[in-house]
């Protein structure tokens, strides 16, 4: 828990979300946040990061911001690091860069944002543009070293990885990564994980969705690349989903205390995962969401058994 006391953590905690379902009490009891390391370095990174589309971004549009500020206090503060953006999350990455700087906290922010230039009419992106995506980037954080940047969404890598690579050996950028969660771009997808060297990818991964399990989950480990697991929740999917049901017996050995967790630590539990980036607008939330990346976390028999049991529930 970094050099917070306890102390510390319930000022902060009870400051940050009022009718909080769980208490920081119960976080401590769960002990501290666990880290992977990124293969290729050996670096560690706390396993919950906090992604920045969906609500975040909804609220990033509105003048008070301050419900942000808590949220990325609450990451910091309890033990985490990883941010989640992307140029086209409207105004996620331009406000939490504001807060970041304006906090003193761009160096404790482990910073992954992303590079997405279109080409018009599917030609190349421009490369000048690309750059000065990037250049904007390292504006709006304030970090005179961004930690990761991806190509989003597979947009125009032939034209954008070189880019990426030029300012990582320029040593402005510490990891180059590649993002996709779209299933038709999967085989493109690990046709570059085969031939372009990466130090991240970020891909969807559920628990109702398994997909990447086949081929990019098992060549990531191969290539000694790290994962960045998006859409943990499939936005309100798994939530509808499980609806008000009580969580089954299982979920007690595994500590997790709510669905949000059980859905964390499912896939946390593959060793192939790095970290995960659950997007909040609320610190409450936020809080939960740590709780997913503390405690014991299931074995492979285990989660296939918390997999049929969603896949039994009624579609969402
Ligand atoms: N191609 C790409 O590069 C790509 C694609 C998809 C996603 N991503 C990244 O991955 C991040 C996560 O994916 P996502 O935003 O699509 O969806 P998500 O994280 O699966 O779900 C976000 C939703 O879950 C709610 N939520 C969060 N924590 C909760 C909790 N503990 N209990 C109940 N509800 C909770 C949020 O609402 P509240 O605000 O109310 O908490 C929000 O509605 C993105 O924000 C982005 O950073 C990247």
């Known amino acids: 828990m970094d050099a917070l006391t306890r102390r510390d953590w319930l000022r902060l905690t009870l400051a940050a979300g009022a009718g909080l379902a769980l208490t920081p009490g119960d976080l401590w ?35 008070d911001v301050s419900a942000l500020k808590s949220v990325l206090q609450t990451l910091l503060d309890g033990g985490a690091t990883l941010f989640d953006t992307a140029p086209s999350y409207g105004s996620s990455e331009e406000v939490a860069g504001r807060i970041v700087k304006d906090a003193g906290w761009a160096s404790r922010v482990f910073w992954a944002t ?149 859905f964390l630590k499912w896939i946390i539990g593959h060793p192939a995962i790095t970290a995960v980036t659950p997007a909040t607008s609320q610190a409450k939330n936020m809080i939960d969401n740590l709780g997913g990346g503390m405690g014991r976390l299931p074995n492979q028999d285990l989660r296939k058994r918390m997999a049929a049991y969603i896949d039994a529930l009624p579609g969402a």
């Open 29 to 63: 009891a769960q002990g501290t946040l666990i880290t992977r390391a990124i293969p290729s370095t050996g670096e560690p990174l706390p396993v919950i990061g906090l992604g920045s589309s969906a609500t975040f971004s909804q609220v990033a549009r509105q003048e």
């Open 114 to 262: 992303k590079l997405n230039v279109a080409g018009r009419g599917g030609s190349s992106a421009d490369p000048a543009a690309a750059r000065a995506q990037v250049e904007a980037s390292f504006q709006r954080v304030g970090k005179a070293k961004i930690d990761l940047i991806q190509v989003h969404n597979l947009g125009d890598p032939a034209t954008q990885l070189p880019i990426l690579h030029e300012f990582k050996k320029q040593g402005r950028i510490r990891y180059v990564g590649i993002t996709t969660t779209f299933d038709q771009q999967y085989d493109e997808l690990v046709r570059i994980m085969r031939n372009e060297p990466l130090d991240f990818i970020g891909i969807d991964y559920a628990i109702d969705g398994r997909e990447v399990e086949q081929t990019i989950l098992p060549l990531a480990q191969e290539k000694k690349i790290a994962v960045l697991a998006y859409a943990p929740f499939g936005r309100t999917r798994l939530f509808r989903r499980v609806a008000d049901r009580p969580l089954p017996d299982w979920a007690a050995e595994i500590d997790a205390k709510t669905w949000a967790q059980v």
